[in-house]
């Protein structure tokens, strides 16, 4: 049998060996490149057994993609023996991701008769640090940073006990030869205490800071009901406004906290334990600075046995554990550069010596429309590969600006990176550079051309363009719409061509304006528009990114609404000297550049019915929106949207959103609800984009839709759109398991690159 799939460092070895000793099989398993290759000799009902179980108990890390079966003439031999890996040519299984304390892990954790009670680095073959503490491959003792640990007798005897839990479990350990926790002051020094777990939870529960060594980087962690320690670490962080994510006790903490599906309860149980974005309760205890303005919390379980201790104290029920940075800076990993970095944040620090060698984030998940889908993919899903739905050649794609992941490709297999933050200073470009030596060391990939977003002005492209010239290799531009829908396309396994909905914030389209409200007719490989939201200004450029009131002045200027009137100025909150400078910009065309951006659209929308003049994070505004309109029924009364229809594929179509604006200040003047106002956008929008779908199926008779973008994070949104979409007849693709967002844009570029090479 050749078996296919994650099953190296997963524990499937032992797991084989004692399936094959159950039934008194004699044969072999060994490491091959692309997995393991088992023979088993012994009675057909065994042998059929065997294979039943084989598919059915294999570990929770493990997941197999294809078995392969075939027969050879017996041998006599006797036994089941585990044999050395033969690492023939490249390992493609690579590195196995980071996963959650498993169940036999914790019980052994809280039993006081174990030899490992209480042990914070306690793991086995189920589960335990992979990826972060893996410097090259192969995935094996020496190349991860348990090397320094020599193991005692008794865990050594378990690493080599096939029939052991802890057989090859790299990271195996205990108190006598394993890594150690202490906890120390902001100045480093040592804070002397019997017990450094408990000292560290009485100076939580005292309200203070402090930074908590995790899996793929530090925490800061603060007692989340604790309102004035919340806000203190607020003002340390430099975060104002963006949702903080909460770790709680256990499930049912969490269900005290939010209202929580099964599908949702069962994304917190996977063993990326992941973040999972869900409607909080009403007055749940959290601390209102936690999440100000929004009705969502991300809450999520403990997943290293460090955490587990942490909350088997009775007063720890749930704490703001927030990656520990400065706003979008990389996470903090090393001691040093923790103390250095975190020095001002953090009152203490709860160190380890088990060194982190990959940065990696909480990954973030949310069952949206009924569906789960991956927001943030980082801990617990990175390195494992995501499929492409045609060969391609080896290649770099390095992404967008803001939330960047590049991605490595080779044959079918796509490797994302992880979530590496905003490209915006030199340490997210170290932490790009830095990750991608190492995916590519791990995958043995050496691209051969390199895939970039059209933006001329993206550091990723000047990066791009720089590293492709020191090596001679191709370049590929991938308009940033298109890598969208091309991210979900390939998700999908389709080709094309497909109606792609690429509902965003800012990229940059092939006439040098802004995108973000596109209807597009696409393949792989090539894409036209098929109609858009009509251009208006942005008066003052990325400033109307951070102060929506502007975005909302060049919607009402360009609907032809009079913006210099009274009671206009008093719904900007804007004052007429202001009015007058935009006026100004729009007219005479300076620094107003032209958007077809929807994220844009709900930022004015947000700006005239919740006033909200400045952003304190991105998308800010829209999530806001979504937020007030959650109360409302979905069937809302449309804002109206006209299709100004064009002459495609010469001339895009355009929606025009200028009755749209009328109807909504109409109802803000009379006093309509602001939840219901927030609703009917909402419907309108659906309905605009839904019509403009239809309007592209009579012109093409393509009747797949493909949703993606960065406002695809809008539940509400995706759930009105989809809706409608599936009662005109649409096949409708969402995104699963690459975000919808600019994280998923490399990925997307990368099915392009492949199709457009494929074609040369
Ligand atoms: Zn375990
Ligand atoms: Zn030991
Ligand atoms: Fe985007």
Redesign the pocket.
């Known amino acids: 049998m050749r078996v296919c799939g994650v099953v190296q460092g997963v524990g499937f070895r032992p797991f084989v060996y004692r399936i094959a000793s159950d039934g008194r099989l004699a044969g072999h398993i060994g490491n091959d490149t692309d997995g393991v290759t088992i023979e088993v000799e012994g009675s057909s009902d065994e042998v059929t057994r065997f294979l039943t179980r084989l598919r059915e108990e294999a570990p929770p890390m493990a997941r197999i993609d294809s078995i392969e079966v075939g027969e050879l003439p017996p041998t006599g031999e006797a036994g089941f023996s585990i044999v050395e890996s033969l690492v023939l040519g490249r390992v493609s299984t690579g590195i196995p991701a980071d996963a959650a304390t498993c169940a036999d892990c914790r019980r052994e954790l809280m039993d006081p008769y174990d030899r490992r009670y209480r042990y914070p680095f306690l793991n086995c073959t189920n589960c335990g640090p992979r990826f972060t503490i893996t410097g090259s491959i192969p995935y094996d003792r020496p190349q991860t940073s348990m090397a320094v640990f020599p ?2 007798a ?2 050594q005897a378990e690493y080599d006990d096939p029939r052991n839990r802890r057989f090859h479990a790299q990271p195996n ?2 108190a ?3 890594p150690h926790v202490w906890l120390c002051d902001a100045d480093g020094l040592e804070i002397p205490s019997d017990d450094p777990i408990t000292a560290c939870i009485d100076r939580l529960m005292a309200g203070a800071i402090v930074a908590i060594k995790g899996v793929g980087g530090f925490h800061l962690g603060v007692d989340a009901t604790n309102e004035p320690a919340v806000m203190r670490l607020r003002e340390r962080k430099r975060r104002q406004g963006k949702p903080l994510a909460v770790m709680v006790r256990d499930l049912e903490v969490a269900r005290e906290l939010c209202e929580l599906s099964e599908d949702e309860m069962g994304l917190m149980l996977l063993p990326a334990r992941p973040i999972v974005l869900a409607r909080s309760k009403d007055a749940n205890g959290i601390a209102p600075s936690v999440a100000p303005g929004v009705p969502w919390l991300g809450v999520f379980l403990p997943y290293a046995p460090l955490q587990h201790l942490l909350f088997a104290d009775d007063r720890v029920r749930a704490l703001v554990m927030t990656s520990a940075n400065l706003s979008e800076e990389p996470i903090a990993i090393d001691n040093d550069e923790a103390r250095a970095r975190l020095g001002a944040i953090a009152d203490a620090f709860l160190m380890h010596n088990r060194e982190i060698l990959q940065r990696c984030d909480d990954s973030v998940v949310a069952v949206v429309d009924g569906a789960p889908q991956l927001l943030r993919r980082a801990r617990g899903f990175v390195p494992l590969a995501v499929e492409l739905p045609i060969d391609a050649p080896p290649l770099l794609a390095v992404g967008g600006h803001l939330k960047s992941v590049f991605t490595l490709a080779r044959g079918r297999f796509a490797y994302q990176s992880q979530h590496l933050g905003d490209l915006e200073s030199l340490s997210s470009l170290g932490f790009f550079e830095e990750s991608l030596a190492h995916l590519m060391r791990t995958f043995e990939i050496e691209p051969e051309a390199v895939a970039h977003d059209m933006h001329p002005g993206y550091m990723s492209t000047s990066w791009a363009r720089t590293w492709a010239e020191a090596r001679g290799l191709p370049l590929i531009a991938v308009q940033h719409h298109h890598a969208h829908i091309a991210a979900c396309m390939a998700e999908h396994a389709t080709e094309g061509p497909v109606i792609g909905l690429s509902l965003d914030g800012t990229g940059y389209g092939t006439d040098g304006h802004i995108w973000g409200g596109e209807v597009l007719v696409c393949s792989l490989r090539e894409f036209t528009r098929f109609a858009h939201l009509d251009y208006v200004p942005m008066p003052g450029g990325d400033a109307a990114v951070r102060e929506p009131w502007r975005m909302a002045f060049g919607h009402l200027h360009a609907a032809g609404l009079d913006t210099g009137a009274g009671p206009m100025l008093s719904l900007l909150g804007g004052t007429a000297q202001e009015t007058r400078v935009l006026t100004q910009m729009i007219e005479r065309k300076i620094n107003a550049p032209l958007t077809s951006s929807l994220g844009r659209l709900f930022d004015a929308a947000a700006a005239v019915i919740l006033g909200r003049r400045k952003v304190d994070y991105e998308a800010q505004p829209a999530i806001e929106l979504e937020g007030i309109a959650a109360e409302e029924p979905d069937d809302a009364a449309p804002y109206p949207i006209a299709l100004e229809s064009g002459e495609w594929p010469r001339e895009p179509a355009r929606l025009n959103v200028h009755a749209l604006w009328r109807q909504m200040l109409q109802e803000l003047k009379t006093g309509v609800p602001k939840a219901r106002i927030a609703a009917s956008f909402h419907s309108g929008i659906a309905h605009g984009f839904a019509q403009a779908a239809g309007a592209a199926r009579e012109a093409t008779g393509i009747d797949t839709v493909v949703l993606s973008g960065g406002v695809m994070h809008n539940r509400r949104l995706t759930r009105l759109l989809r809706r409608e979409l599936e009662t005109q007849g649409f096949r409708v693709l969402r995104h699963r398991s690459v975000s919808p967002g600019d994280g998923g844009l490399s990925y997307g570029q990368a099915a392009v690159a492949a199709a457009i090479l494929r074609a040369r």
Request: with cysteine.
């Open positions: 193991m005692c008794a865990c350990a205990c006598q030869c394993g």
